[in-house]
């Protein structure tokens, strides 16, 4: 069997080592740029896999132990844990690390420009699975979407706490978190739907002035987040299997965060089970389709979120102190699915005041 992945961020690069282990599947990867360059966030929510996989890689630069959750500058919860729920990783040696195994194990990796990679495809070969993992970047002109911008600077900040700071009038969040905890860096930003880049930029400027007061500032950078795209992890074409997404490209981002790199991770891991499985290509889309079910529903469960945090305006902040202290909990591990949802709702009717 052969196997085309296009984009080798942190999903794409991930399927490719994976893949390249296998002795009876040809492994092909495309992607725009040698060097890896994905601003904003390097933060990765945790699975005892995915830890094993990061501290294996040497690839984690900081510990969130300690978190705060406000609303428009009011704390709403904070916590304080034994064990992180999050690593915070340097994502360019992550994809590079990935992407020389890949390398070393067989796989054919090759720099195009944008318009050549389109032309990559499997020649209509039942024995060859396309997959898409360029992520964001196939829905920014189809469907809305949020540009944040990230700071890495310098500055006293305890190393070990995430600050997360809603926004819900301006569509968006306010964040600060370490990105280097032996070099005392930290990484700070905000991407807001409603508003324009520049409104985000004097923002982000003034909120980080009032929080940190002074900062020796190392790097800026701005990316696309696709919060509303569409969760599509097959496509078809005339009832026939087209390509198979993962990551950001799927529609796995976790739109309330901002978050793609667990899910994108935990997608390629899908698929790869999924086709060492075997089958036919519509076999292994069935396969896939089955073992993403849950990052489909927190995806949908995120859109959702945001969607009423947005309505809520104002009154999100009330809504927010009336959440028990277990939704915290299974935001910050990224564990909200519909189902959950439903659940926190039924137990807590009071809430339905503000969804109805």
């Not at 933060?43 to 300690?66: G, Q, Y």
């Not at 097959?234 to 799927?250: C, F, P, Q, T």
């Not at 896939?288 to 859109?303: D, F, G, I, N």
Request: with cysteine; net charge positive.
């Amino acid at each position: 069997m052969k196997v085309v992945v296009k984009g080798l961020g942190v999903s794409g690069s991930y399927l490719l080592y994976r893949l390249s282990r296998e002795a009876d599947i040809e492994v092909y990867g495309y992607d725009i740029s040698k060097k890896y360059v994905k601003p904003c966030g390097d933060a990765v929510t945790l699975r005892p896999w995915i830890r094993d996989l990061l501290e294996e890689l040497d690839v984690v630069r900081a510990s969130v132990t300690n978190y705060t959750v406000k609303v428009e500058g009011k704390t709403v919860f904070e916590t304080s844990l034994e064990r992180p729920y999050w690593y915070i990783v340097d994502k360019a040696l992550l994809v590079e690390k990935l992407r020389d195994r890949a390398t070393n194990n067989g796989a054919r990796i090759k720099y195009l420009r944008p318009h050549d990679t389109e032309r990559t495809s499997c020649n209509r070969s039942r024995d060859c699975i396309m997959v898409d993992a360029r992520g964001p970047f196939p829905h920014v002109k189809t469907t809305k979407y949020v540009i944040a911008i990230r700071y890495l600077a310098i500055a006293d900040w305890d190393m070990t706490r995430a600050l997360l700071d809603f926004y819900p009038r301006d569509g968006g969040l306010f964040w600060i978190f370490p990105a280097n905890a032996r070099e005392g860096i930290v990484n700070f930003g905000g991407g807001f739907l409603n508003r324009p880049i520049n409104y985000t930029e004097a923002f982000v400027k003034k909120y980080v002035k009032d929080l940190l007061g002074s900062y020796d500032l190392l790097d800026k950078r701005a990316s696309p987040i696709a919060v509303f795209s569409p969760i599509r992890p097959v496509e078809k074409n005339a009832g026939k299997i087209r390509k198979l997404r993962i990551g950001e490209s799927a529609g796995f981002i976790i739109s309330t965060a901002g978050e793609g790199n667990r899910p994108g991770l935990e997608s390629a891991e899908a698929l790869y089970n999924a086709i060492i499985e075997g089958g036919s290509p519509e076999e292994i889309a069935q396969g896939y389709s089955r073992r993403v079910r849950t990052l489909v529903s927190e995806a949908k469960a995120s859109r959702y979120a945001l969607k009423l945090a947005i309505r809520l305006g104002s009154r999100f902040y009330d809504f927010s102190r009336s959440l028990p202290e277990e939704f915290w909990y299974t935001y910050l591990q990224s564990k909200i699915t519909i189902g959950y949802l439903v659940k926190i709702i039924l137990k807590n009717p009071g809430l339905l005041r503000y969804i109805i």
